[in-house]
């Protein structure tokens, strides 16, 4: 079992603040979905999490000890894999070597992602985009990390490769949180805890059947 916690969390970006207090429980295993708009705070608590952004205020808990303090290389190394939304793959390497900087055999992603076994040669950054959404995912599967923390994981992929994905997340033995804009269909009817972010702030706590209930 592993928990990571935002407590009161606050994050300033200057003289704005995008996070007003917020606190949000992601137990594991098990999938944790911020759903909000552009702007609701969402991509921000993910960050928070990971420890590429500092806190103003608040805490983050991670499995009852307050790592706030602890930078985000750290925080990896203790076993959280973070997937950003842009930037989650290294352009100029080769789909094998990226898979290769997570794990020397790669074909537990490769058989989650079948497509992109003939690609392995090709330099990650001629992949479309959901290609390297999947290169992206691959590297975290790989990881066996106890905490994933992704920014919108099936952006660009088609129908069926997106519920593949959620399957996927939601299969492994970790604490996974996303970052969606709305909820996924795919998530409908699992027994994902679900935080709404507005503007900075928690508006909805609960399951994602009584969110679209």
């Known amino acids: 079992m592993t928990t990571v916690s935002l407590r009161h969390a606050r994050v300033r970006y200057g003289p704005l603040e995008a996070l007003h207090g917020i606190t949000l429980v992601a137990p594991g295993p098990g999938l944790t979905v911020l759903l909000g708009r552009n702007g609701s705070g969402r991509t921000t608590a993910l960050r928070a999490l990971a420890g590429t952004v500092p806190l103003s205020g608040g805490s983050v808990m991670w499995d009852g000890a307050d790592v706030t303090r602890v930078p985000a290389h750290e925080r990896a190394r203790r076993g959280l894999c973070l ?3 842009r930037q989650a793959v290294f352009g100029s390497l080769t789909v094998r070597e990226n898979l290769g900087l997570a794990a ?29 959404r999947m290169l992206a995912l691959s590297r975290a ?23 593949r994905t959620y399957e996927l997340l939601g299969a492994l033995d970790a604490c996974v949180v996303i970052a969606e804009q709305r909820l996924p269909p795919a998530l409908r009817d699992r027994r994902a805890i679900v935080y709404e972010l507005r503007r900075g702030a928690v508006v909805f706590a609960g399951e994602a059947g009584e969110l679209t209930g």
């Open 83 to 85: 997937v950003p939304e």
């Open 141 to 163: 599967l790989l990881a066996r990390a106890r905490v994933v923390l992704v920014d919108e994981p099936a952006q660009g992929m088609s129908p069926s490769v997106a519920a």
């Open 104 to 132: 020397r055999d790669p074909a537990v992603a490769l058989d989650a992602y079948p497509r992109l076994r003939p690609l392995l040669e090709r330099r990650a950054g001629t992949l479309s985009g959901g290609e390297q």
